[in-house]
């Protein structure tokens, strides 16, 4: 049942829970002497606004897992305003090219892939300007496994999961919650107990709508995923991010949560090749139980602002988390990972390895890795490195790992090794050139040796080949 | 210089002899400000190092940079694909590649693993020199500036060097070999030794019987004028 939630309805027709008030944003506008509210960021309320608005002209289903998104959403925004420097989490991060235009979103998004983008090996999900838009060959995957939106679920059962975990995480900052007011649609894997999927899915999320450099509107789109890993599934899925039009301007605002049951494997690949004057803003949740796997090769080009929130939850003991990244800057951009991994329970092993290689001058790479041992998550053994290549002068990276251990009885070392071009990169360089192979060729062989312990990591073949090719 | 001929430069430590080399090849951290290279006709120093390389100069290092992630196969065959394109030659694909190279692995007596291996990467020193060797036998050149190749090297490892070099010696191409051991011209046989001569201080006399040269000839006592310093050296 279409159901178009207006501003100052508030009931919700197909609801099992019920229905209880949810300020809106005119609402709350149009009422001053609301001094138990803290003060909204008018500018967050302009957006949500937008962006809700942009949902009532293209009515589609709203199942109760979708409102429920919706209104949790809602609420969080209200007291969350836009991130400035001052903000930690966004200290040398620059969302202005964000804030200052004027917001669009997409709401009338094309219905294919351009031919020549949409080729892949595996069974597809297309989701294009968070609408979803095809799929192919998804009986592959197995029998009781769903992919699709969450208003197409028939069966009960995965109804009722999703409705328990969608949006559970309340942890997320303003972004995340915008891409729940705007997200049209929730993409939904769900992967039923014991059940091992052997091909990879592949997601692939494409930006059809941009605006010329200058104009200074920003169309936006707000994909959502809810992938769901029952006891003893395993899954692999591939997440890729392209747009269309090569030099124009847009923002997507994503978001995906992972539930992975006990023993449950994930082996998710994430590529991030946008366009070069796009924003991609990125959060990935990731909720582990006792004894289940997570392993995330992130390789990340494009875009001309690019930051993905990572946060993983570990809510049982001896669980397994691998986490890759690979950050290139090879024009004026920035490429920010925020990493969050809670060991909460003990006999837990993570390594994660982020390498980046800023190879302009105005490129700026950035990352925070945090990883939280706390009291109960003793006997962790946490791993974590980080390494950087800076190949021209004036390029900058800002690096914040931190471990915060409480726990005493655990095995945890970070590092973090800073190249540029010093002495070993100019030797190493001379060295090519006293050989023939010219300065060009030189810094594409150091680079690609530089990442090829990344790539490397990803699970697929094609893939790898893929990268390795882009 | 001339095509077919076996030079040896030689001095003491800190005499400029690594110095002079360097400069041939285009080191960016010395600059010339006098005297003239010419090379096939053409002025050296205007050359950039990667088109003196292409030019056929080759310096064998005396301390060879590691080169972490990249392996001595795609390190030779990107260099060899530079010369092809240089002469207007098909670049050759890895499989036709790698026959040329393994072929010429057998004159520095290494062995095919020794490609998959990162350039330098955990090498000994007698490796680096002998990599250094076969990269001049794959690429070919026609000066062949070999920087005190014999440092470091145990007798065995200098014999394999030095007959490697010999093989290579053509009556096209020439050698020039810094070093500051008589022994390498026990192997390498020059025609021509250049001494780097010392601070005035420090001068120490050349002896003809100390440098075994009976074939051989003295030819000069170079200078290397320092502007700062002016000492010749």
Known sequence: MASCSTFTQLFLPNSPTPSFSKPRFKHIKATTTTSSLPLSDPLVLRIAETLEDSLTTTPLPSSSSLQKLRDTSSNSVLSLSWPSKKDEAFRFTDTSFIKTSQIKPVSTPSVKLPTDLAHTIFPKLVIIDGYIAGSERINELGSGVFVGSVNEIDCEVIKQRVFEFVSEFQDGDLFWSLNGIGTPDVSVVYVPKECRVEIPLHLMFYSSESEDVGSNVLPVSNPRVLVIVEEGGEIGIIEEYFGGDGKGCYWANSALEMF???????????????????AHTKWTVVRQETSSTYKLVEISTGGK?????????????????????????????????HSRLVLDHPRGTSQQLHKCIVAHSSGQAVFDGNIKVNRFAQQTNAGQMTRTLLLEPRATVNLKPNLQIIADDVKCSHGAAISDLGKELKDQLFYFLARGINAETCKKALIFSFGAEVIARLPDKSLRENTERH | MREGEVHAVMGKNGSGKSTFSKVLVGHPDYEVTGGTVIFKGENLL????EERSLAGIFMSFQSPVEIPGVSNFDFLHMAYNARQEKQGLPELGTLEFYQIVSTKLGVVKMDPTFLDRNVNVGFSGGERKRNEILQLAVLGADVGILDEIDSGLDVDALQVVAQAVNGLLTSKNSVLMVTHYQRLLDYIKPKYVHIMREPAYKILPVKRTSLNLDKGHLVAVGCMQYPDTRREH
Do not use: F
């Open chain 1, 260 to 278: 992975i049951g006990e023993g449950g494997k994930v082996t998710h690949s994430y590529i991030q090749r946008q366009g070069p004057n796009a």
């Open chain 1, 305 to 337: 602002l690019s930051r993905h929130n990572l946060h993983v939850q570990q809510v049982g003991g001896e669980t397994i988390t691998e986490l890759s990244a690979l950050h290139l800057c090879l024009h004026e951009q920035t490429q920010d990972l």
């Open chain 2, 46 to 49: 205007d050359m950039e190092p």
